[in-house]
Nanobody, 115 residues
Framework: QVQLVESGGGLVQPGGSLTLSCAAS????????MKWFRQAPEKQREWVAT???????NYRGSVKGRFTISRDNAENTVYLQMNSLKPEDTAVYYC?????????WGQGTQVTVSS
């Protein structure tokens, strides 16, 4: 079955950096576009970034220039490098993939940006 397992979250001070990882299994990772979403307390889940199977990437405006999405097809893993973190980046971050069978989500990893 499809599994997405996120890791790498934690507590970081404003201006700091974190790298999130999402290990995927049960999918044809190399031909799948992978996405990161996030959900802050009492807010709707929002899209953060996408990386296509070819390696092209797109970002929501508020993270552009600070976040970088990348993938390692040999390890079936997608990453989200987050720099210059701000308190408003605080959220649970989720990995997502859309397949013919439907959309799949990881369990999420908490990122807290606070001094």
């Amino acid at each position: 079955q499809v599994q997405l397992v996120e890791s790498g979250g934690g507590l970081v001070q404003p201006g700091g950096s974190l790298t999130l990882s999402c290990a995927a299994s049960g999918i044809k990772f190399g031909i799948s576009a992978m996405k990161w979403f996030r959900q802050a307390p009492e807010k709707q889940r929002e899209w953060v970034a996408t990386i296509t199977s070819g390696g092209s990437s797109n970002y929501r405006g508020s993270v552009k220039g600070r976040f970088t999405i990348s993938r390692d097809n040999a390890e079936n893993t997608v990453y989200l490098q987050m720099n210059s973190l701000k308190p408003e980046d605080t959220a649970v971050y989720y990995c997502n993939v859309d397949t013919i069978a439907g959309a799949y989500w990881g369990q999420g990893t908490q990122v807290t940006v606070s001094s």
